[in-house]
């Protein structure tokens, strides 16, 4: 099993940069596929991007010019970059990991899911 700690949420203005970081706890990091998803408030938890155990990337479809998804198997980390901030972007952000060899993009392809992160952002 794996256990996931998601950190670097909080109050941001529109425009801004936020880094988030996903810290997992075990030996066996480096076998999971991970991702995050956001949850914004009377919403479904919706897929962002994925990344496999060696680094290839997944994104959905209208992520891809702000976000980055990246991880570090010597750190036991998976971090997402959010650039240019949007109010849109208000949500909770969940980190999730599953032992396949690519990412899923639905809720159900993760058994393991941090407690989420908080992102707020001010126009």
């Known amino acids: 099993q794996v256990q996931l700690v998601e950190s670097g949420g909080g109050l941001v203005q529109a425009g801004r940069s936020l880094r988030l970081s996903c810290a997992a706890s075990g030996r066996t990091f480096s076998s999971y596929s991970m991702a995050w998803f956001r949850q914004a408030p009377g919403k479904e938890r919706n897929f962002i991007a994925g990344i496999t155990r060696s680094g290839g990337t997944t994104y959905a479809e209208f992520m891809k010019d702000r976000f980055t998804i990246s991880r570090d198997n010597t750190k036991n980390t998976a971090d997402l970059q959010i650039n240019s901030l949007k109010s849109e972007d208000t949500a909770v952000y969940y980190c999730?990991?599953?032992?396949?060899?690519?990412?899923?993009?639905?809720?159900?392809?993760?058994?393991?899911w941090g407690q989420g992160t908080q992102v707020t952002v001010s126009s």
């Open positions: 999730a990991a599953a032992l396949t060899i690519r990412p899923g993009i639905k809720r159900n392809d993760y058994p393991y």
